[in-house]
Nanobody
Framework: QVQLVESGGGLVQAGGSLRLSCAAS????????MAWFRQAPGKEREFVAT????????YYADSVKGRFTISRDNAKNTVYLQMNSLKPGDTAVYYC????????????????????WGQGTQVTVSS
């Protein structure tokens, strides 16, 4: 069992930045690929970014490429999402997730490929 706790969400103006964190329980954090998803009101939960077990490989949704950066610190059991140049369209609840299968080819972008989810953190971008 893995428990995930997100933090770092909040209200920011368009063009601003936020850094989300996701702390994971357990001693096998480095065995998992990790990802961030988001869900806006009335919309399906969508993929944002994923990172490989070692952190050497990343993959992004086209909508955030060049603006968001996913990273991880396996010594701290934590994955991050640095979000720059935020837009009102980025407003959503952001969730981190674990892919316990750990595979990378191809990167997992579907919800069903992730086994554990955090409770989410709200990000609101005002215009």
């Amino acid at each position: 069992q893995v428990q995930l706790v997100e933090s770092g969400g909040g209200l920011v103006q368009a063009g601003g930045s936020l850094r989300l964190s996701c702390a994971a329980s357990g001693r096998t954090f480095s065995s998992y690929a990790m990802a961030w998803f988001r869900q806006a009101p009335g919309k399906e939960r969508e993929f944002v970014a994923t990172i490989s077990r070692s952190g050497s490989s990343t993959y992004y949704a086209d909508s955030v490429k060049g603006r968001f950066t996913i990273s991880r610190d396996n010594a701290k059991n934590t994955v991050y999402l640095q979000m720059n140049s935020l837009k009102p369209g980025d407003t959503a609840v952001y969730y981190c997730a674990v892919n316990s299968g750990g595979g990378w080819v191809p990167p997992a972008v579907a919800k069903y490929e992730y086994d554990y989810w955090g409770q989410g953190t709200q990000v609101t971008v005002s215009s």
